[in-house]
C-alpha cells in the first residue's frame, strides 16, 4: 500500500459544477495537508495548506482534513475551464520539505 | 519578481551519457529541493539544501546522482551514465526558512528523456 493515495482520474466536468478531489493516506504522523496544482509543463503550485484536522476556506476552495478516517478533500466551487490542470495532495509530518509525500495527483478537466 | 527558472526546459540524452540539470532559486531563498516526478507517480524527493549545511541526501536512488550548490544560490543536479529508468521530469524548488509555514515554490522542471 502506498503512503498516499490519489485517483488518477482523468476526472471531466462540466463549466459551473462542484467538484471533489480526494486523497487517502496510511502514516497516522502527518499533520500538514497540502494540495498543488500543476498545469501543463508547469511546476505544481500551492493552492492550500492545513494543519492538522478541519477545513479551510479560499474562495472558490475549500480544504477539508478528516484525520481519523486519513482522508483529505479539495472542494472547487463554480468550476471554470482555468481550473483544468492536475491536482496534487501532499502531506508532511512536519514543514520540513523533505518529508512531503505526494500523492500521484489527479487530472481535472473542466469543460465549457 | 522572477520565480524558480530551469534549464534546459527539455533534454534528450542518449543511455550511459552524463547529464547535468540547472536550477536558479528565487533571490535570498536559503532552501533548495530537487524533486522526480514520473508519469503517474508522485513527486520523489531527490535531495535538500539549507544554507551552510550538509545536504540531505537521503531520497537520491542511486550514486549515480549528485548535486551541488554554489554559493547558496545556483544548483546543479548531475546523472551520471543516465538509463532509461531516469527518463522523468526533474522540479526545483526553493523556500524561505522561518517558523511558519514553508511554502515551497517550484520552478517549471527538465524533462529528461534518456533514448
Known amino acids: 500500500q502506498k503512503e498516499v493515495e490519489q485517483d488518477p482520474g482523468p476526472l471531466s466536468v462540466p463549466e459551473g459544477a462542484i467538484v471533489s478531489l480526494n486523497c487517502t493516506y496510511s502514516n497516522s504522523a502527518f499533520q500538514y495537508f497540502m494540495w498543488y496544482r500543476q498545469y501543463s509543463r508547469k511546476g505544481p503550485e500551492l493552492l492550500m495548506y492545513t494543519y492538522s484536522s478541519g477545513n479551510k476556506e479560499d474562495g472558490r476552495f475549500t480544504a477539508q482534513v478528516d484525520k481519523s478516517s486519513k482522508y483529505i478533500s479539495l472542494f472547487i466551487r463554480d468550476s471554470q475551464p482555468s481550473d483544468s490542470a492536475t491536482y496534487l495532495c501532499a502531506m508532511s509530518p512536519d514543514n520540513y520539505g523533505q518529508n512531503f509525500v505526494f500523492g500521484p495527483g489527479t487530472r481535472l478537466s473542466v469543460l465549457p | 519578481g522572477a520565480g524558480v527558472s530551469q534549464s534546459p526546459s527539455n533534454k534528450v540524452t542518449e543511455k550511459g551519457k552524463d547529464v547535468e540539470l540547472r536550477c536558479d532559486p528565487i533571490s535570498g531563498h536559503t532552501a533548495l529541493y530537487w524533486y522526480r516526478q514520473s508519469l503517474g507517480q508522485g513527486l520523489e524527493f531527490l535531495i535538500y539544501?539549507?544554507?551552510?549545511?550538509?545536504?540531505?541526501k537521503s531520497g537520491l536512488p542511486s550514486d549515480r546522482f549528485s548535486a551541488e550548490r554554489t554559493g547558496g544560490s545556483v544548483s546543479t543536479l548531475t546523472i551520471q551514465r543516465t538509463q532509461q529508468e531516469d527518463s522523468a521530469v526533474y522540479l526545483c524548488?526553493?523556500?524561505?526558512?522561518?517558523?511558519?509555514?514553508?511554502?515551497?515554490?517550484f520552478g517549471p522542471g527538465t524533462r529528461l528523456t534518456v533514448l
Open positions: 539544501f539549507q544554507g551552510n549545511s550538509a545536504p540531505d
Open positions: 524548488a526553493s523556500s524561505l526558512v522561518s517558523g511558519s509555514y514553508n511554502e515551497q515554490f
